[in-house]
């Protein structure tokens, strides 16, 4: 394998319009920010990257990334700060231990356990592969609010320290409805939030249904634990709700985008007769803004949330075509007050899996099927 460890940086600045008035240290009409690309050094080994990182997990210290190689059900454990693939963690299929042929997201808890969800439940390991607890939602009694058919968590679910407690967005494959849910599973209660605005995004929700073949393109949601708060969002709109998990309560955030529409406007198929049909109509939605999940940034105390308009394709079919996009940063501070935007020329294509680690922005990037990151300084 690649023995790798490259970075080229370069300074940008941008200005968001404005007077050239003296500005204070909080304001951030001019940005500017660097640029770099690093690679993991994976030795022999390698990095299944087929899945782009889409079942991914990041410490809480951002020390190690965690990505799971479905094929051979192994979880790959990257060192951040030495930037080297330090261990393969090989799990079960099937047995006493087994974590299932599919998984749809990893969850971790504390710094020794994990949690695997598939179609079936969710069940907790430590990492020498013992599962030391399963989860069921679908067949189980709980007090409470009521689940519907086939209402699962859509993403992954944050696990309280103690694993006693699920956070998750619940919904199921209809796109209908969403709750962000509260699972106790030691005494058996669930709690339903309605979450104000999810109910919209059934309309931007493309669904193809042949000969018992079903294809369903639902927008984005995500859920993010930001000192004992909850951020759920959605990629439709830039509206933000915000649960406290002391208080078990929670409110609605809205800040307005000047460089962009702060939502999505327009009306679209929602139902089709074909693939192509299907493919066109994603396409579509997809060219109108879209919006990434804030992340947070520890060490300067602010939020960073990305958001993309798609480029069409010439040839929508084509998949080895990369979609493009213009790419927008919005910063916001820890109230989500809106300080500064900018158009990012820099970056040719919306940031997939994406976090920041020691005041920078790491945006995952497969260079030549190997694994790296671009990391984004905001000075």
Not at 16 to 38: H, L, R, Y
Not at 102 to 123: H, T
Not at 317 to 333: A, C, G
Request: aromatic residues 12%; contains cysteine; proline residues 2%.
């Amino acid at each position: 394998m690649k023995h790798i460890l490259f970075v080229l940086s370069v300074l940008f600045l941008f200005s968001c319009g404005g007077e050239s008035e003296e500005k204070s240290a909080e304001d951030f009409s001019n940005i500017t920010f660097s640029m770099d690309t690093v690679m993991v050094d994976s030795g022999e080994d390698f990095i299944n990257l087929g899945g782009g990182l889409w079942v991914s997990a990041i410490s809480k210290d951002h020390k190690y990334l965690y990505n799971w190689n479905q094929e051979a059900s192994e979880l790959d454990k990257v060192n951040l700060d030495q930037l080297v693939l330090e261990e393969k963690i090989k799990f079960e299929k099937e047995g006493p231990n087994g974590v299932g042929n599919y998984i749809s997201w990893i969850s971790l808890m504390g710094n020794n356990e994990i949690v695997f969800a598939n179609f079936q439940d969710m069940a907790l390991l430590n990492f020498q592969g013992e599962k030391l607890r399963t989860y069921k939602l679908n067949g189980e009694k709980f007090e409470g609010d009521s689940l519907e058919a086939y209402e699962s968590f859509t993403r992954r679910a944050i696990i309280s320290d103690d694993g006693n407690i699920m956070y998750g967005i619940l919904g199921n494959w209809t796109g209908k409805n969403f709750y962000l849910a509260k699972v106790d599973y030691q005494n058996k209660v669930l709690k339903k939030h309605e979450l104000p605005g999810f109910e919209k995004l059934e309309d931007y929700s493309v669904k193809f249904n042949s000969n018992g073949m079903i294809m369903i393109s639902p927008p984005d949601q995500s859920i993010t634990e930001v000192d004992g708060k909850l951020i759920i969002s959605n990629s439709v709109f830039n509206t933000l709700i915000v649960y406290d998990m002391a208080k078990d309560s929670l409110y609605q955030v809205n800040y307005e985008n000047k460089l962009t529409k702060s939502g999505k406007t327009g009306t679209y198929v929602t139902e089709v007769e074909s693939e192509e049909d299907f493919y066109r109509a994603t396409s579509e939605i997809g060219q109108e803004i879209n919006f990434r999940n804030p992340i947070w940034d520890n060490k300067n105390q602010r939020f960073y949330r990305f958001s993309y308009e798609s480029i069409p394709k010439e040839n929508f079919k084509d998949e080895e075509e990369k979609e493009k996009s213009k790419v927008y940063l919005t910063i916001l501070d820890k109230d989500f007050k809106v300080l500064g935007e900018t158009f990012v020329k820099e970056l040719q294509s919306s940031p997939s899996m994406h976090f920041v680690k020691d005041g920078k922005i790491w945006i995952y990037e497969n260079v030549d099927d190997e694994l790296g990151f671009v990391r984004m300084g905001i000075n």
